[in-house]
């Protein structure tokens, strides 16, 4: 008998498709929610996000008690005692998150406050501090990516020490998740595709990590095939809203797989370089999704091989050698990138982004070998692969 | 009625050598700390006065050590002098001795969920690699093999040997010292 183990958990209500967001009123009362407050960021609002929600609720004569859309790229604690503080005062009883993963974790992080009580969010940090349910919490994610919208974890920074806080708990999980098409329809092409390769790599990294399991396979197949065959579609037509559907659902698929699986080496660099040089974050995971499964291919060599399935389709997995099917994936996830480079200059390589120094790369090394994902990834990492990792990854 | 016996029995034993596998590790890490510069300068990251503790849930075995300053360890034993910084905990002893008897490797036991990190994760992943680094020392090659992801390409034989003995010297006399104690 072998060591085999695992653990599957996503108990969030997905509710996704054609007129998904009509749906929010009658969930929202179901949990006896009757004053939510919208959590959101300016360029959500200024696509014109808002309106569709807006109206499904008043249509169904529920008020949005009020709307925070100041929540910023990388957001911090401060922000989140500010959100908390206009939930109290306007004694909102319910939280709906419209956004990327910046405005989801933003909205998670002000449920533990708003739930738990207190000013301090830090107090909060850490895994299984949180014992309690919290208020009830709907998420509506508009970018097709991070997949926060079924994880259990928020990442808050904390300014006045410069640190990133992480936050653990199913109980920051939302009660539902709404995907609806026309809530991805207007992202503009290099955030598309960025989020896009997101999810790509957390289906992959969760596939190829230590952590992977039948049930996060499945997942991550499924939504490595949705995002292959819907992504340049949808590059080239963006207002495709059966190819955007397919990328938000794939982005949730994807987001599903990794929670339960975790990620590994791409997410350990991608992390450090986010934090360092300010890149977004979808951005790291394509430029270094090629060069760490480079890094791991003789340990992953088999699993690697089978996604050859899901990224090109039947025909080209039949015709490839077994023993070339590692290979040909890295090849096809390389061609999706100059793909995507062809049509919105997404960098492929560190110098490509502009905005990475090389006398930056042993700072990025030395921080990527303390984040957690690392302990996930298959081939353990020392300061020198790392490096080695980042000079390929340079030009 | 015979399993019944005999179950508590197995727990018990499995008990013991977990507590036992604390103690050694406990003063290994404080030996191995004292001689390999691989393992100074990942615990010089940590602060001074940082205290990590190994412990079964819900309230069995604890290894606590404590980083002095200079990458140095000392071993605290199974009680800590105040609240720990970082904790890894073993959700069930069953798990506990899997990883400490080198059935499952430490990574694997994360990724099977079998243990819980509390504290800030960037110090529990350095502290993981200094144990691996300390299980690759004191372990024979093909038991430490089971125990790390990889065996460390430039640890070489007599290296491992002479730095092995060593550490096995110092916590012979630890243990020798703190029985006169
Ligand atoms: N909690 C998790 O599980 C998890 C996982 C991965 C990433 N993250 C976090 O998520 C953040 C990144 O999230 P992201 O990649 O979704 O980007 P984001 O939320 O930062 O949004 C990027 C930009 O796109 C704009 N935007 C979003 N949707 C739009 C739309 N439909 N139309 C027009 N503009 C739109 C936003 O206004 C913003 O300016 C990072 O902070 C990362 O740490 C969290
Ligand atoms: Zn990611």
Known sequence: ???????????????????????????LS??????????????????GLLDPVIAACEESNLDIVCIYDDVPPDSSTTVVRDIAAVYRKEKCDSIIAIGGGSAIDTGKAVNILVSEGGTDIAKYSGAGVIKHPLKPFFVVPTTAGTGSEVTSIA????????????????????????????????LPPHITAATAMDAMTHSVESFTCMA??????AYATAAIKKVSQSLLQVMDNPKDSDGRLELAQASTMAGIAFSNSMVGLVHSLGHATGAICHLPHGLCMSLYLPYVLEYN??????????????????????????????????????????????????????????????????????????????????????????????????? | MLTKRIQPMASQAKRLYVELM???????????SEVDSVVQTEAKALPEGFLFEMMVMPDGSKLIVE???????????????????????????????????????????????????????????????????????????????RAVKEYPVDLHLPEKLTSAARIYLKVATHFVQSARA
């Open chain 1, 155 to 186: 990442v808050i920074t904390d300014e006045t020490k410069g640190v990133k806080l992480p936050f653990t708990s199913s109980f920051l999980l939302p009660n539902a998740a709404i995907i609806d098409p026309r809530m991805t329809m207007t």
């Open chain 1, 297 to 395: 291919l003789e340990t992953i060599r088999q699993p690697l091989g089978e996604l050859l399935l899901y990224l090109e389709g039947p025909e080209v997995y039949a015709d490839t050698p077994a023993s070339r099917r590692a290979e040909a994936s890295i090849s096809a996830l390389r061609k999706l990138r100059d793909a995507l480079y062809k049509r919105c200059q997404l960098p492929r390589t560190l110098k490509e982004t502009g905005k990475v120094t090389e006398d930056q790369l042993d700072h990025i090394a030395e921080m990527a070998l303390d984040d957690g994902s690392i302990m996930f990834n298959p081939k353990e990492v020392t300061l020198k692969d790392a490096r080695a990792v980042l000079q390929r990854a340079w030009a």
């Open chain 1, 212 to 217: 992977k399991n039948p049930l996060s396979d």
């Open chain 2, 22 to 32: 604390f103690q050694v590790m406990g003063r290994a890490l404080q030996a191995v």
């Open chain 1, 30 to 47: 179901g949990l006896g929610a009757k004053r939510p407050m919208i959590v959101t960021d300016k360029g959500v609002r200024a696509a």
């Open chain 2, 67 to 145: 980083h002095m300053g200079e990458g140095r360890f000392h071993y605290h034993g199974d009680t800590a002098p105040r609240p720990v910084d970082v904790s890894i905990k073993f959700k069930h002893l069953t798990h506990a001795f899997l990883v400490l008897s080198f059935q499952e490797k430490t990574s694997v036991a994360f990724a099977h969920d079998r243990m819980l990190v509390d504290g800030d994760v960037s110090y529990a992943v350095r502290m993981t690699r200094v144990l691996n680094r300390l299980e690759s020392f004191i372990l024979p090659k093909i038991i430490a093999k």
């Open chain 1, 1 to 27: 008998m072998t060591n085999t183990y695992y653990e599957f958990f996503c108990p969030v209500k997905v509710i996704a498709g054609k007129a998904a967001l009509e749906h929010i009123p009658y969930e």
